[in-house]
């Protein structure tokens, strides 16, 4: 049974979480070559990287051949609703409309992702 998620990536997680969503099954050599940025993160970095996602119960590895292939045990949906649970709770004291009222009155905001989110917001009734 995996563990329970723990919270929040870092961005060096999420960088390296965004490469294994991607690819689906990835070794840590793919990691390495599909991070963006120069230069590319060292292979050791990119390891302990992993081996924290693992424990942090993102992800799983297997056996393959000489290498282990990392796979997804989280989807980035549902990792994205976990941050945003976590951002609501800390930030917007639990509250989705502040965080939505702050988003609206951010400086920001275009008119266009204003009419989109009125749309999402109309779907929902």
Known sequence: MPRRVSPGLTD???RLMEVVWKKGVASVADVVD???GEPPPAYSTVLTTL???ENKGYL??????RAFLYKPLVKREAAREHALR????RFFEGS???LLVNLLESKDICEKDIARLRKR???KK
Do not use: D, F, M, S
Not at 60 to 65: L, P, Q, S
């Open 12 to 14: 060096a997680e999420l």
């Open 34 to 36: 599909g991070v963006a």
């Open 51 to 53: 081996r924290i996602l």
């Open 60 to 65: 799983a590895h297997e056996k393959g051949g």
């Open 86 to 89: 976590h951002l609501i709770g």
């Open 96 to 98: 989705p409309e502040l």
């Open 121 to 123: 917001l109309e779907e």
